[in-house]
């Protein structure tokens, strides 16, 4: 049975999994009494989650593929969804849909910045968004979408931003893109094509780890390509799962 969740569900959640990180971090961020972030509880173990049509599933052990089709198919408000891969092909052969699918890592052991790295410092979130836009062209939504979004969680103690300034121009970024259940996921890590191969990237990504390790959070990270995937493995990331997405025909 798909259900609405309950806060006190959602308080138990903790983040085995990518999928579980980003419902808790929703949840974190917005509560559960916002009509525009919704929450279901799917069984006994399963989540699902909703803001602006990006859905997310936390499937544990969950087996009723049949009616969680079903709900997606009669949910208009839901265009995409990620989860973890069994979830996503399971989905895919019901839906009869293509999936995209990548790898999750997590540190081996206790990430350090190199001591002879650049300075980072934080940055206030709207700073991000041109250098991310540069970065990864037709991915974001919308400067007003993304930025209510990001700058509520940066207000609220949800998102933290790591940044390498050079000359005055922001050149490298990193941010956590979910927080809550005591972890966090690394995302968002980009550098100005005029500033590359100066190890600006990795020294964001690594003083933010350093910082969540301290405080024994749980880090996740998901590269979106196999050169970022070498990056990540240089800087002591190993691989420890498989994310799956779907775009669903829902809403146009």
Known sequence: ?????????????????????????????????????????????????????????????????????????????????????????????RLDLPAVYGTVMQPAGRIYPAADGPEVKSAPPRELYPLLSLCFPGELPSFESWYADISHRFRHGCCRIAAVWEDGQLAA??????????????????????????GYASACVTSMADCLQKQNRTVYLSPKNEPAHRLYQRLGFVDTGRWGSLVLPNGG
Not at 35 to 57: I, M, N, P, T
Not at 178 to 195: C, F, S, Y
């Open 1 to 93: 049975m798909i259900r609405q969740a309950s806060a006190g569900e959602l308080d138990t959640l903790l983040p085995h999994t990518e999928a579980a990180l980003k419902i808790c971090g929703l949840y974190q961020a917005y509560g559960a009494d916002k009509s525009f972030c919704r929450f279901w509880k799917w069984g006994q173990g399963g989540y699902l989650a909703s803001l602006d049509g990006a859905a997310v599933l936390y499937a544990n052990e969950e087996k009723g593929w049949e009616e969680l089709s079903v709900f997606l198919q009669m949910s208009p408000d839901i265009r995409s969804l990620r989860t973890d891969e069994e979830a996503a092909r399971q989905l895919s052969e």
């Open 173 to 198: 970024c990193c941010m956590t893109t979910a927080e809550g259940g005591g972890g966090a996921l690394i995302g968002a890590v980009a550098t100005h094509p005029d500033k590359r191969g100066r």
